[in-house]
């Protein structure tokens, strides 16, 4: 690859391999569960103090904490760690809609468009604080003590705050010929390829590379669209940086 920058951005399925679900192949999480009941910021909003419907909120966050606790990164976190801390951040870019913290773990930075399962949160006053081992219902904020406290997962209905650097580094002004974009494990349906500004008409633009296990119906927007492992493709395709 020729010498400009390496926009990454990653999916669930980055991390299937390292035994998480992703959320909408068969028996993903959205199978299992109504993203409605415990990802909707109106519910969580409405839901009371010590209501059913709250205590399913945190205990669905506590369920997912708990797997990604006892997660590893796979080959495709380490190899893209691999070449960021080889290239630099400024050159290697990752994002990840993901709330996992295995690129992290992998000595990765990234940054986190979907939010995390490390805080909480209070939506009165926007505060944000690390949380033990497990997310408690009836926390209040420690600032103004508001019982509207929430895991700093971004829930369905939320703004997204750091879609802001996303779709600034993906923006066409900023990109060149010579950029490259790599997105892994993700159905586009949430940060679609509209918002990552993949198309492979678009003049200027640099490769773009789609590494999923299936199939998807934006393939034919990029350059490059693989089918398989991310855990086998990745380190294949950036072997020789
Ligand atoms: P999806 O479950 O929608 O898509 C997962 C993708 O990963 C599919 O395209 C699979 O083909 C692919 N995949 C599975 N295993 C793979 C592997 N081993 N190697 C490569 N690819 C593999 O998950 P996302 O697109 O990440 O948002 O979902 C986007 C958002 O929807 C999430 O961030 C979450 C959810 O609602 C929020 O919670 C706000
Ligand atoms: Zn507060």
Redesign the pocket.
Known sequence: MEDGRILVFT????S??SGLA????TG?I?TQYN?DEV?NIRVLRQAKDDSAQRKHIFSFYNLLKKHVDEAQPNA?HFELARIQNKLGREKVIIYT???DDLFEKAGAHVIHV?GDLKNMNCMACSNVWPIEQQFNHEDRCPKCNSRLTKPS????GEQAPNYEYLLRDFHLKRRKKNDHIIV????????SSDMLNINKKIINSGTSIL????E?PDDYLFSHALQ????IILPQLLMNI
């Not at 992703?22 to 192949?25: D, L, N, P, V």
């Not at 892994?184 to 940060?191: A, E, I, M, N």
């Open positions: 999916g669930a399925g980055i299937a391999e992703t959320f909408r192949e993903g959205w993203p990802c495709a809609a993901n709330v979907h997962v971004i829930f369905f892994v494990g993700t159905s586009l349906s949430v940060v590494i999923n296990k299936d998807t398989g492992k991310a855990s």
